[in-house]
């Protein structure tokens, strides 16, 4: 290498020594595997995930056939998590269950993100009037607590599934809508935004190439979170009757329904109340998880 | 003269005029406007093609906010800015948009001024896809050339930012600049956040593209020995007014403000025996928000008298193409604002 003219050679050089570059979802990965308790986490939802796909496949009895001679009965062999009150196989019941709770989570989650996002992009990014405007909408969704604006949401459009998942999805939206606008702001104020100004993108091309990108990790460790809450909102409604109709195995359905056997026959509420439990946990555990691993700072 | 020769035949390329921007203070509970902050105040000057203009002072003084205005990312409060003819404030936003084809700007910060999400190449591009439909194979090629000029390599476009340091992140900040083959670049304060051994090479790489490409630089420093190196000729801003303004050789040898002189002496010099005096300025830049009345300097001003307080000084010319604001240069005496320090009092300066 010679010394003259080229003076940032060297630099070139310590480059080599550099890792080859690893993918975001490797990266992620890897660090979440790092602490057993999002690894739990992980494997609770994979494993809800799959049971809401394969519950036909893998129930051993059908979810709907009711055996009237064995109603309420305890777990035994046949029946592994008991009967309900008309005699249907608890444990098949639950497994179909699964598949609802996760729609609820899905769509509900997606409701929130598809309207909560695009109104803190709006917000944060243009200020002013918009941002004045829709954070004090937002500010009235909040000042009630979430399960009673649900209800009010399912009283209005009449008690279902669906209206369910509409109910607890339009509650929801203010929390990614603030969220997201927080990010914004944070994001907005960073010079790659100045610098693509000054290269001539259009305040579309800011947004969509440059600012939402950015506000991504906190939204991702929020919607896992999200789940959770919409499966405990969707079951609550249940138990209140507002949600899935009655024969419909929603795990909140199959509470409210134990509820008068919860003394002579405490297995038709506990396994449910089990269910929803575990599965709101794994949530919770692998969002916590996400958390960490996305937060670059503690990027090793 | 030799620099001012090199180009002050060319024409000329940013002319700007009278350039005003305040920033509105809001308080209270309705965000009532309380007052202004008056970050660059009617400011004058022009840059050749093919020149680096320097621009100097302290953190405050407003020099970062005429580079955002120059390019109309900011809207200026009064004013023009005349670029190659136009005057960039009465353009339409379709003709601004194909005049940031010819003008860009490098930060300060290498950290903040890459995406974290988007690769170097991704950011490089960016530009050529905004104003051009160049199909992916020419921006690649277009990329590849440019990280190779900044002294990076093409394989490099496909790391994210955070794989780099410091100084490969400016570099990759003026391979990003110069993608659309601009006519003009300002250079804000390029390279104050970065190690003196890199601050040298990161100069080399402007001052060489500045020859490939024919560039035009507005450099913004607070650095006087970087721009002593660097520019062509040299504006000096003190709180949102242009103080002074000469060619380079001109302004180190002959310094006519107070305030240009008390910067000059405060550039270190590489020998331990040299002694020489110091002029330390007494207390801190003012508020822009209420700037002292008359000259903006003669708060601090260590030859201030009487009519510095009252009146605004005019900046005009004493020399060939040397402007000064200064009463002292009006009084006449040849030599008269020049800071003899054993004539002031003791409080106001110290030798070293």
Excluded at chain 1, 105 to 119: H, K, R, Y
Excluded at chain 2, 285 to 296: A, H, I
Aim: a neutral charge; one cysteine or more; aromatic letters at 8%.
């Amino acid at each position: 290498m010679s010394m003259s003219g080229n003076t940032f050679e060297p630099i070139v050089e310590l480059m080599e020594e550099t890792a080859p570059p690893t993918s975001g979802v490797v990266m992620v990965l890897k660090r979440l595997m790092r602490s057993p308790g999002s690894m739990m986490g992980l494997i609770i939802v994979l494993a809800f995930l799959f049971i809401s796909v394969a519950a036909d496949y893998i129930a051993p009895h059908d979810y709907d056939a009711a055996n009237f001679e064995m109603r309420r009965a305890a777990p035994s062999a046949e029946y592994w998590l008991g009967t309900d009150e008309l005699g249907r196989d608890l444990f098949s019941r639950l497994l179909q269950g699964a598949r609802y709770s996760l729609l609820v989570g899905v769509i509900s989650v997606g409701i929130g993100l598809s309207v909560g996002i695009p109104l803190g992009l709006i917000s944060g990014y243009f200020g002013g009037v918009a941002d004045m405007v829709i954070m004090r909408l937002m500010d009235i969704m909040l000042a009630f607590p979430s399960i009673l604006l649900a209800i009010l949401f399912v009283a209005i459009l009449g008690p279902s599934l669906e209206n369910a998942m509409i109910a607890i999805g339009v509650v929801s939206i203010p929390i990614y809508a603030r969220l997201v606008r927080s990010s914004t702001l944070t994001v907005k104020e960073e010079l790659f935004i100045e610098a693509s100004r000054a290269m001539g993108a259009n305040h579309f091309q800011i947004i969509f190439v440059h600012i939402f990108p950015n506000t991504l990790a906190p939204i991702v460790v929020q919607s896992t979170l999200q789940i959770a809450v919409a499966i405990q909102a969707a079951a609550a409604l249940g138990f209140l009757g507002l949600g899935a109709p009655p024969d419909v195995p929603e795990w909140g359905n199959m509470l409210q329904k134990g509820r008068t056997y919860i003394i002579s026959a405490p297995h038709i509420v506990v396994f449910p109340g089990l269910a929803i439990m575990l599965v709101v946990l794994g949530f919770n555990l692998l969002g916590d998880g996400l958390r960490d691993a996305l937060d670059p700072r503690i990027a090793r | 003269m030799k620099t001012h020769g090199r180009v002050s035949n060319k024409r000329v390329l940013v002319e700007v005029n009278n350039l005003k921007k305040y920033f509105p203070v809001r308080s209270g509970l309705f965000q009532r406007i309380s007052g202004w902050v008056k970050a660059v105040d009617n400011v004058s000057f022009h840059i050749r093609e093919g020149e680096t203009f320097g621009l100097v002072g302290e953190s405050g003084c407003g020099k970062t906010t005429i580079g955002r205005t120059l390019l109309n990312l900011i809207p200026a409060t009064e004013g023009e800015v005349i670029f190659d003819g136009r005057s960039i404030f009465q353009l339409s936003s379709s003709e601004m948009k194909k005049l940031r084809h010819d003008i860009q700007i490098i930060f300060q910060d290498p950290y903040s001024s890459l995406n974290p999400r988007m690769t170097v190449g991704q950011s490089i591009s960016e530009g050529l896809r905004i104003h051009t439909n160049k199909s992916r194979q020419e921006q690649h090629e277009i990329v590849s050339d440019l990280l190779r000029r900044v002294g990076l390599r093409p394989e490099h476009a496909t790391r994210y930012p955070h794989e780099f340091s410091g100084g490969q992140r400016q570099r990759i900040g003026i391979a990003r600049a110069l993608a659309l083959r601009p006519k003009f670049i300002v250079c804000d304060e390029p390279v104050s956040a970065l190690d003196v051994s890199i601050q040298a090479q990161v100069l080399a790489i402007l001052r060489e593209l500045q020859k490939d490409f024919n560039l035009t630089y507005l450099f913004i420093a607070h650095n006087l020995s970087v721009v002593e190196h660097f520019c062509d000729r040299i504006g000096v801003m003190y709180l949102g007014k242009m103080v002074e303004l000469a060619d380079r050789e001109e302004l180190f040898r002959n310094p006519l403000h107070p305030y240009t002189q008390a910067l000059m002496s405060a550039i270190p010099i590489p020998d331990p025996r040299m002694k020489r005096q110091r002029v330390i300025l007494q207390g801190d830049v003012p508020s822009p928000l209420n700037p002292p009345q008359g000259c903006r300097f003669h708060t601090r001003c260590p030859l201030a008298f009487a009519k510095c307080g009252e009146e605004e000084p005019p900046f005009k010319a004493y020399g060939d193409e040397h402007y000064a604001a200064c009463w002292l240069l009006e009084t006449g005496e040849p030599g008269a604002s020049k800071l003899r320090p054993a004539e002031l009092p003791a409080e106001n300066v110290s030798v070293l």
